[in-house]
Nanobody, 126 residues
């Protein structure tokens, strides 16, 4: 069973930066596609970005491309989301997720991911 937990959320002013972390159970990041999603109040959960289990493949939603960066550290079982140039519309609960074990596909839909963390709140003030 894969277990995930996010940390690092908080309040930041528009234009600022914030980093999120996701700790995963052992033998997760080297075999599952990992992703970040976010959900704002009253809205659907939205894909933010993903990173493959094999090195080198990262993909992002257009709304965050160029501002957000996903990375991972296999030795620490950690995935990261570095967010810069934050905007009020980035305000949401951010979730990390795992799915697509050994898959080579670019996964972006919510139902592609089987395991989810509880989420961490990010609030961007204007």
């Amino acid at each position: 069973q894969v277990q995930l937990a996010e940390s690092g959320g908080g309040l930041v002013q528009a234009g600022g930066s914030l980093g999120l972390s996701c700790v995963a159970s052992v033998r997760t990041l080297d075999r599952y596609i990992m992703s970040w999603f976010r959900q704002a109040p009253g809205k659907e959960r939205q894909f933010v970005g993903g990173i493959s289990w094999n090195p080198g493949s990262v993909w992002y939603a257009d709304s965050v491309k160029g501002r957000f960066t996903i990375s991972k550290d296999l030795a620490k079982n950690m995935m990261y989301l570095q967010m810069t140039d934050l905007r009020p519309e980035d305000t949401a609960i951010y979730y990390c997720a795992a799915g697509g074990r050994w898959s080579h596909q670019i996964l972006t839909t919510r139902d592609s991911f089987d395991f989810w963390g509880p989420g961490t709140q990010v609030t961007v003030s204007s």
